[in-house]
């Protein structure tokens, strides 16, 4: 079946720190990858997706790859900020023969805490 | 713009209750998907609808029933409550033609506690 697996957290970084979260996965088909992201008390919200090999995602200074050979959607920013401290999920959609219609499989969060 | 609303946003009720919470998905959307957060847990998909219809079905207990409606909103109807339903409760929607393939956008969800 599928499966994303996130790199252990929590992490904790200084403000203007680089940070990369680490994704991988594995499915059936060609799945879509997404990253989604839960401030405190808040729901999810997308942060960026990518539907096909060497799609690169991007928002908000937020960036991945979607790598096939890796099987991997590693999620970076080059300078983080307070306000980027939540909880980030790292997600698949994979319509491989057509019966799962799309719904999203999650890895299990990484919570990022950002200090000033 | 007009995001995915769920309602209530928190529920509090006792073991064997039951309980019924709603979704109302982005005007045009056309599937429904919903899902179980536990504390501190990934979210798991629950169950799906595209126009109206059934698509899919995850790890929803038999206790659980849900609906679609003719005006696309709908319905989680959960019964014989027990302590480790506790959880948040997500609804997403995305417009999909069938395909299944168009990003979803979640709702605020519903925090339900089982006392």
């Known amino acids: 079946g599928n499966s994303v697996t996130q790199m252990e957290g929590p992490v904790t970084l200084s403000e203007e720190a680089f940070l990369t979260i680490n994704c991988t996965y594995t499915?059936?088909?060609?799945?879509?990858l997404f990253w989604y992201v839960q401030y405190p008390g808040e729901g999810l919200q997308l942060l960026l997706k990518?539907?096909?090999?060497?799609d690169k995602g991007s928002n908000k200074g937020f960036e991945a790859t979607y790598r096939k050979e890796t099987t991997s959607f590693h999620l970076e920013k080059g300078s983080v900020q307070v306000s980027d401290s939540a909880v980030y999920f790292c997600?698949?959609?994979?319509?491989?023969?057509?019966?799962?219609?799309?719904?999203?499989?999650f890895g299990q969060g990484t919570i990022l805490t950002v200090h000033p | 713009a007009a995001g995915v609303i769920q309602s209530p946003r928190h529920l509090i009720k006792e073991k064997r209750e039951t309980a019924t919470l709603k979704c109302y998905p982005i005007?045009?959307?056309?599937?429904v998907y919903w899902y179980q957060q536990g504390p501190g847990q990934d979210p798991q998909f629950l169950i799906s609808?595209?126009?109206?219809?059934?698509?899919d079905k995850g790890s929803i207990p038999d206790r659980f029933s849900a609906q679609q409606f003719s005006d696309y909103h709908s319905e989680l109807n959960m019964s014989s409550l027990e302590l480790g339903d506790s959880a948040l409760y997500f609804c997403?929607?995305?417009?999909?033609?069938?395909?299944?393939?168009?990003?979803?956008?979640f709702g605020p969800g519903t925090r339900l506690t089982v006392l």
């Open positions: 997403a929607s995305s417009f999909s033609g069938g395909s299944g393939t168009d990003t979803q956008y």
């Open positions: 499915a059936t088909g060609y799945p879509s």
């Open positions: 990518a539907t096909k090999a060497d």
């Open positions: 997600a698949l959609s994979d319509l491989a023969g057509g019966t799962s219609y799309g719904k999203l499989t």
């Open positions: 005007p045009r959307h056309d599937t």
């Open positions: 609808f595209y126009e109206k219809m059934q698509s």
